[in-house]
């Protein structure tokens, strides 16, 4: 899920199969939900991502943290990458939309101000906040210690690799070791093909079992096929697009949401010396995880297994 500099193979493919994807300078609070962002196809979440957060209401305590020059503008200046489906994504009106753009607006509606999410190249974006271009960014940035040194993070969400089955999970792949002696597929090339798969035989042989088939097609829809087929019992990838997938195809697939390996956590990012917006932001994140907001925004994009109970101002990397 988290973009540590460059987007996975895995991501990009799953962005050219199943959107079209424009380009959009900026837009306002006003991010358009589309239903990707709203899960009832799939039995989940009545409400979009949108509407959820367009529901928030503003919350002193989070407001009386917000930098003067914040509560005198009234808005913050947002930059993301818009190309890195479900996080972030323009929709066929060319309107920046996913996940992060929800929880941005939730985080803008609990401190009280608006938001403009402009849009910039990924590798571009710290640049741009260091230079104070911004307020502010949202674009699955994985917190690592050379960031931190840079940039404040303010962590939301938990990303790594996860497994998809089977509508229904029939076989009951609940964990990793119920993938021993399974075929399981991944996308050539890809950190599941290298090293997750390949840590699945270790931890299968150290348990005594049947190591799993490893499985490895050239292209993401050649891996979903596998297991729509049967040619395959289980799929790695990127648990964001695990998420995505099974919410776009429920009749398909079911995402196991108990199991996500190599987890790492991801953030809000924010200039070093922010006047205490980091605070702000972190704040805001907490009060939409205590009020439960944050739960169903992640859950109206099929993305639970990336939850977390507690948002942190610069924590330990991988925590």
């Known amino acids: 899920m988290m973009r540590n500099g460059m987007k996975s193979p895995l991501v990009a ?11 959009a300078c900026s837009n306002t609070e006003g991010v358009a939900a589309t239903a990707s962002g709203n899960a009832s196809a799939s039995g989940q979440s009545s409400q979009s991502g949108q509407e959820l957060a367009q529901a928030v209401q503003a919350d002193s305590k989070v407001q009386a943290l917000l930098p003067a020059a914040i ?18 994504f323009t929709d066929d009106q060319g309107k920046i939309v996913g996940l992060e753009p929800d929880m941005a607006l939730a985080v803008a509606k609990k401190m009280g101000v608006t938001i403009k999410i402009e849009k910039a190249d990924f590798n571009g974006i710290l640049a741009g906040i260091e230079a104070r271009r911004y307020d502010a960014s949202w674009a699955a940035f994985s917190i690592t210690d050379e960031r931190k040194d840079k940039v404040n993070m303010v962590s939301y969400m938990r990303g790594g690799t996860s497994v998809m089955v089977k509508k229904g999970n029939p076989l009951g792949i609940n964990s990793e070791l119920d993938l021993c002696g399974k075929t399981v597929a991944a996308q050539t090339g890809t950190t599941q093909a ?29 891996v979903n096929q596998a297991v729509a087929s049967g040619r395959a019992q289980a799929l790695v990838a990127d648990n964001a697009l695990t998420g995505y997938y099974a919410q776009l195809q429920p009749d398909a697939f079911t995402s196991v949401d ?32 205590d009020d439960g907001t944050y739960a169903k925004i992640m859950d109206a994009w099929n993305l639970k297994s990336g939850i977390i109970t507690k948002s942190e101002v610069n924590p330990t990397a991988g925590s």
Not at 73 to 84: A, C, H, I
Not at 202 to 217: E, F, H, I, R, T
Not at 261 to 280: I, N, R, T
């Open 194 to 222: 290298l090293s997750v798969l390949p840590s699945f035989d270790k931890k299968c042989a150290d348990a005594g079992k049947d190591k799993p088939v490893s499985l490895l097609l050239p292209q993401q829809d050649n």
């Open 71 to 88: 509560k005198s503008k009234g808005s913050l200046t947002l930059v993301t990458d818009p190309t890195y489906a479900p996080i972030d």
């Open 13 to 23: 493919a799953a962005a050219i199969s199943f959107l079209a994807l424009t380009t």
């Open 258 to 289: 108990s199991i996500l390996v190599e987890p790492s956590l991801s953030g809000v990012v924010s200039p070093k010396d922010d006047g205490g917006l980091s605070k702000a932001f972190q704040a805001a994140v907490q009060s939409l995880m």
